[in-house]
Every structure is written in structure tokens, then in C-alpha cells.
């Protein structure tokens, strides 16, 4: 019976791995096409300011005042989607390592059967 809830819990745990690991994966893809949105942006930002310095004293300083907030509001929120990634992925990292070393120190898995009894008993009542 200990083996088994041993067994059923280290398969929660393992599922709960793959779990984070996919997650993991998927805010690496959106942190990749966030850092790519925030390139093409950047081109386009460059190729508006030649398009500015082409016109006009008078259009450049009213194209550029409409232009920029614009670019600088969506950069600063892409940076911030890219900050909150990276700290969901570091999180989920961490949250990978802890359930690595608790697996790995049940060397003794007589002693951790009970002492996992033990717990769930205390739980259930």
C-alpha cells in the first residue's frame, strides 16, 4: 500500500514536471516571436525617422510626436511580456529543481513511504 502511494505520487510529480516543462517551452516560444515583434518594430521605427527627415521642419516635428509615443508604448509593453515570461520560465525552473531534489532524497523509500503515510494520514484527519 506505502508503494503504491509512492508510485501514484511520483507519478503526480512527473506529470507535474512535464506539465511545467511544456509550459516552459511555450513562454520560450512567445518570448522568440515577442523578441521578433520587437525587432520589426525597430526597423519600422528606423524607417519612419528617414521618412521624417525627408519632409518638412514642420511635418517632422508632427509626424514624429504622433510616431514615437506610439513605438514607445508597444516596445515598453512587449519588454514588459518578455520580463514576465522570463520570470514564469526562472519560477518554473525553480519549481523543476525543487521536485528534482525531493525526488532524489527518498534514498530510503521504506522511510519515505511512512514518512508520506504519515502525512496523508495527518491530512485526512
Not at 516543462?21 to 521605427?45: D, G, H, P, V, Y
Not at 522511510?111 to 496523508?120: P, S, T
Request: hydrophobic share 30%; net charge negative.
Amino acid at each position: 500500500n506505502n508503494r503504491d502511494i509512492l508510485s501514484e505520487t511520483y507519478e503526480q510529480l512527473q506529470n507535474e514536471k512535464e506539465s511545467v516543462e511544456q509550459e516552459r517551452n511555450t513562454l520560450k516560444l512567445l518570448e522568440q516571436e515577442l523578441n521578433n515583434e520587437i525587432a520589426q518594430l525597430k526597423k519600422e521605427n528606423e524607417m519612419l525617422k528617414h521618412e521624417i527627415k525627408s519632409g518638412s521642419e514642420n511635418e517632422q516635428v508632427m509626424s514624429f510626436e504622433t510616431v514615437m509615443p506610439l513605438d514607445d508604448t508597444k516596445d515598453a509593453e512587449l519588454q514588459k511580456q518578455i520580463d514576465e515570461s522570463r520570470s514564469l520560465v526562472e519560477l518554473q525552473k525553480s519549481e523543476i529543481k525543487e521536485l528534482k531534489a525531493e525526488l532524489l532524497s527518498y534514498k530510503d523509500l521504506p522511510v519515505a513511504n511512512r514518512e508520506l503515510h504519515e502525512k496523508i494520514t495527518t491530512l485526512e484527519e
